[in-house]
């Protein structure tokens, strides 16, 4: 019974290997081959999930499961200077998933166990888009191994600290950040995001369970309002309250507002929207059971340039100020 599915998923290894992200992995060439070949070497080439090269045969992208990868391998895999994109890979798509004893995993990779020891990031100085995904056991150390260069950046299932927000305020030259189920504590002090001046477009992405969770889904005005120079605002899953609102309200370079998801905590006044002259979409998904009714009240008149206005689900009476055609 095991053997067979032991059979199984060695096959299913071998499909997902021989296709990736379209080469066959027999004719791969280069530095590409030269992990692949590393990483099948120490037994664990189910490690390796795709990887791009520049005309010198040279990685510029590299994707892995780290899953029971040992440090020092990860640091050998990692050790090629000219990768500009990587990416950590979850097993699962739901990223809420807690796969730490999935049997999938401990069949295909051998445990479950990730590295403890990022170091090897911080010699990729070409670094410029980093998706740790598949890093669930994230801290301010790991964060602190990725380099300067990185301009997006994507983290998931971490509890904002103040060493934390000070660690991610250091990387200038972030321009998309995305935190997926990440708790961002309205109690710290964000002044620090104001080094982020290339910032423009940060997505946030909570997971409402059975229902929401007023500590785990508060949107974090706090933060927000170090933000000022986005151009895109995307949140999922979010509580809002009014002071989150009016944090808006600074973001005058802002032009697309996504909110997916939003529950309305109170009746709530827009006027912050107001100043956002630059602001060309606005959509705004209310959750389903957003269980008593609420007025949402807009002052549209300013908002020139808007050019998608779309409200969804929303349990509400919108009321608008001013004069406003829909
Ligand atoms: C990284 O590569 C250099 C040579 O390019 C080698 O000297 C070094 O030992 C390697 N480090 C690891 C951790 O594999
Ligand atoms: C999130 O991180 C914590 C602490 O590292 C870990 O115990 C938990 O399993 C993780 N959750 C998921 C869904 O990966
Ligand atoms: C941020 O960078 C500055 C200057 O490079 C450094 O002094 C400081 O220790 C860094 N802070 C953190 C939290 O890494
Ligand atoms: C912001 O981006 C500009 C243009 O891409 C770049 O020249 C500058 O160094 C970046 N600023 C910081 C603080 O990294
Ligand atoms: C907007 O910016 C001004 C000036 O920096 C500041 O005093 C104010 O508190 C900010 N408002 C919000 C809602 O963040
Ligand atoms: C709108 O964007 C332009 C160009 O990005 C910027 O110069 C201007 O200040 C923005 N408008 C407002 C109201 O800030
Ligand atoms: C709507 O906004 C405009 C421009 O900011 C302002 O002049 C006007 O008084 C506002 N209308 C209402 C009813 O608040």
Redesign the pocket.
Known sequence: MYSKCISIFLTLGLLLLVKVNGYIVNEFTGQCKEVYDYLKSIDKRENFAGCGMNENEEITRLNLYSYCLKDEELSTALNYTTIETLEFRKLFIDWNIDDSDDINIVFRFGCSRLPTNYEALSHLTNLKELDLRGVKNLNANILASIPKSVEKLTIINLTFTQEIVDVLSNLTNLKTLLLSHVIISDELDYSNFEKLINLTDLEIVNEYFYEPTLTNNDVPGNMLKHCNNLKKLTISDGIFYQQNIDAFGNMSNLEVLELDGALFNNDFDF?SL?KLNNLTTLKINCVTYNYEYKHLTF?F??LAKLKTLNINRCLTSIRT??NFEF
Do not use: Y
């Open positions: 006027s107001d002052n008149s300013t100020k001013g």
